[in-house]
């Protein structure tokens, strides 16, 4: 019903920068909130950031002061701007998106960062 597109994943060296990309398209009702994900192996999977249709953002302490999530909600499309990226960064990253009473995810794009 509701598919998820992801681009920008890649390998980047330590310090470097990404911004990562998903637009959401289908049968969509509503849009309550999008966020990213990620996964490491041998982890769970965590919240990085998340954004609301209204534009209010929470981004995991983590990462805080280094990613920045943002949307167009004209485009259905939410966006990651990852900045210092650390080797620790080094994950799955999963687009979600949630409507009411529904919570879709994308496939995930690597990313990995490494000298």
């Known amino acids: 019903q509701v598919q998820l597109v992801e681009s920008g994943g890649d390998l980047v060296q330590p310090g470097g920068s990404l911004r990562l990309s998903c637009a959401a398209s289908?049968?969509?009702?509503?849009?309550?909130?999008m966020g990213w994900y990620r996964q490491a192996p041998g982890k769970q999977r965590e919240l990085v950031a998340v954004?609301?249709?209204?534009?209010?953002?929470h981004v995991a302490d983590s990462v805080k002061g280094r990613f920045t999530i943002s949307g167009d909600n004209g485009k259905n499309t939410v966006y990651l701007q990852m900045n210092s990226l650390k080797p620790e960064d080094t994950a799955v990253y999963y687009c979600?998106?949630?409507?009411?009473?529904?919570?879709?995810w994308g496939q995930g794009t690597q990313v990995t960062v490494s000298s």
């Open positions: 289908g049968s969509i009702l509503q849009i309550n909130t």
């Open positions: 979600n998106l949630a409507m009411p009473g529904r919570i879709y």
């Open positions: 954004i609301t249709s209204g534009g209010i953002t």
